[in-house]
């Protein structure tokens, strides 16, 4: 019996029958089933402490070249990232991981009661961070992390004539090189903050 035609050779059939011009497999749009990672992974969450202050960590992980056109599909088997022909199995040796924390909401829906509890250098300077990654429910702490930078910038309030009587609000930034040699694309980096007491102030996880 004879191969069946490729995809190629039917859309061209198809094209021609319809009247209209053959396209090719590069004009083709991307694999909608896909997820793409240009750019690295990106994350959110909440986080709130007992005082009442609520805050919204955001922040990525990235490193040189690596997520280029990393792409992730789903099959039968799981999920399997590639990049070009490339069958990628591995984190690269380092990951850079950056975050930001500042003031957030408890609660946007509804109208905070009492008065708002903003974040100071004294409440985050309590908070500790602990780095993990995740394999289902199997956390193992992150061997080595180096700090590269951090700052703390006053955030200028909107009402800029009201600045001298309103509370002083920050956003404090974070760049950190996380150690990832031999470590599965499929494991997640897991952050945790919590606070002097053992209290999880907010989790969250980068995973592809």
């Known amino acids: ?9 039917r859309l061209a059939a198809l094209a021609l029958l319809a009247g209209l011009p053959a396209v090719s497999i590069a004009q ?3 694999d909608k089933k896909a997820v793409y990672f240009e750019g690295g992974v990106n994350f959110a969450t909440d986080g709130s402490l007992a005082n009442g202050a ?5 922040g990525n992980v990235t490193a040189k070249d690596f997520f280029v056109n990393l792409k992730r599909t789903e099959n039968a088997r799981g999920g399997t990232f590639t990049r070009g022909s490339e069958i990628v199995t591995e984190f690269p040796d380092k990951l850079i991981l950056s975050f930001v924390i500042r003031d957030y909401p408890c609660d946007p829906r509804f109208q ?10 004294e409440m985050m300077s309590t908070l500790q961070l ?21 700052s703390i910038e006053a955030i200028t309030p909107y009402a800029k004539d009201l600045a001298a009587e309103l509370p002083k609000r920050y956003e404090w930034s ?9 470590v599965p694309l499929t494991d997640s980096l897991v952050l945790m903050f919590r606070t002097p007491d053992g209290r999880i102030a907010a989790r969250v996880a980068a995973r592809l």
Not at 54 to 58: K, L, M, Y
Not at 112 to 121: A, F, I
Not at 174 to 180: M, Q, R
């Open 174 to 182: 974070w760049e950190l090189e996380i150690a990832s040699a031999g």
């Open 130 to 150: 602990s780095l993990f990654w995740k394999n289902g429910v199997d956390l193992r702490p992150v061997k080595e992390s180096r700090k590269i930078a951090s």
């Open 112 to 121: 905070q009661e009492g008065p708002h509890v903003y974040l100071t250098r």
């Open 1 to 9: 019996m004879g191969s069946s035609p490729s995809r190629k050779t």
């Open 54 to 58: 609520c805050f919204r960590v955001s």
């Open 28 to 30: 083709l749009p991307q």
